[in-house]
């Protein structure tokens, strides 16, 4: 946090600040000077978040304050029924899955889960999924393609974890069998990047025929300090790297990796989650409106197409 509170510094005074006046009762004076703290901080808000650099918005996108797929199921997502276990290893709950009902209509939903303290995320093993998160999560898209239910999968991940046993159990084979067989599901599958979208372990819940990414999330192959690591050498060139690898929304949208950025609320999602989950509500409820149109096989077709023609590049003469 010593890094994000850099430049959040202003914004958290601001906040401590408002905080402290909580407290002094409701005079006019007192709701005066709240008031004025109030536009004061959500100037300084707007003018923080309007000039991150690529480093500082992967800051942003890891706050440990961040809403998580538990956290968007909460405010959207109605008699959510979480679905356990891959049925051939055991079940991983670094990663969530199961049915419920969005704004009326039966839908699935997957997606990454870190932990808030540290008995959470040791228990979520903090979001890195094992095959048999992957294997689980293939297992509810194909219940929600026999039962024609609408797939949600929200990532936020370092990536897949690349521990011994994982990789005993096939944790490379079953990131490939989930990109092959989520290329075949006939039903819609609309998928959002809302923190920290890394490497295979986010593409293994990644193809859709929509994929959306929050303002201040980021999506790429490999994590700055892991790019810096093997390209120079030096982990703490991170800065360098996250500004060479495009990984921020605006750049991901002009490379066509992502269809569609989320605007965040004032300050990041971290600072008002149910008021970001409603956001992100909008943009999947107005897809989802759109591809309810398309048949099985037009669906596959269209996400086809939309992987296809992924990344932009220039040829030039040796």
């Known amino acids: 946090m010593a890094e994000q509170d850099g430049f959040e510094a202003a914004i958290l005074d601001l906040e401590r600040r408002i905080e402290s006046l909580s407290g002094m009762g409701e005079d006019l004076g007192i709701r005066r000077q709240r ?7 959500e100037e300084t808000r707007a003018r923080v978040f309007a000039s991150l650099t ?6 942003v996108a890891r706050h440990p304050k ?6 968007y199921v909460r405010h959207l997502v109605e008699e959510f029924v979480e679905i356990h276990g891959d049925r051939r290893y055991s079940d991983d709950p670094a990663i969530v899955s199961g049915f419920g009902l969005f704004r009326g209509d039966p839908v699935a939903v997957i997606g990454h889960q ?5 008995k959470e995320k040791i228990y979520r093993n903090f979001g890195m999924p094992r095959p048999e998160g992957y294997r689980k999560a293939l297992r509810v898209m194909r219940l929600a393609e026999k039962f024609g239910r609408p797939i949600l999968t929200f990532i936020d991940t370092p990536g897949a974890y690349p521990g ?5 159990r096939g944790q490379a084979e079953a990131i490939a069998h989930n990109l092959r067989e989520m290329a075949k599901l006939r039903v819609p599958v609309i998928v959002t990047v809302t923190g920290e979208g890394g490497s295979g372990g986010a593409l293994a819940i990644g193809v859709g025929n929509r994929v959306n990414i ?24 991170n800065r360098e790297a996250a500004g060479a690898m495009r ?16 605007p965040e609320a004032p300050g990041g999602a971290h600072s008002d989650p149910a008021r970001q989950a409603a956001i992100v509500g909008d943009v999947l409820a107005r897809q ?6 398309l048949e099985g096989g037009e669906l596959i077709a269209q996400r086809f197409e939309r992987f296809r023609k992924l990344g932009r590049f220039t040829e030039t003469l040796p």
């Open 54 to 59: 690529p480093w500082q918005k992967t800051l």
């Open 288 to 293: 989802l409106q759109d591809l309810r149109r």
């Open 66 to 71: 961040r809403p998580y797929t538990l956290d």
């Open 247 to 262: 990984i921020t929304a605006a750049e991901l949208l002009a490379l066509d990796v992502v269809d569609e950025i989320v």
């Open 214 to 237: 929050l303002e201040f999330a980021v999506y790429s192959v490999i994590s700055p300090e892991g790019c810096a690591a093997i390209l120079w050498r030096d982990a703490s060139r």
């Open 114 to 118: 870190k932990g808030r303290d540290t």
């Open 164 to 168: 011994i046993g994982a990789e005993e």
């Open 35 to 41: 008031e004025k703290l109030e536009r004061e901080l």
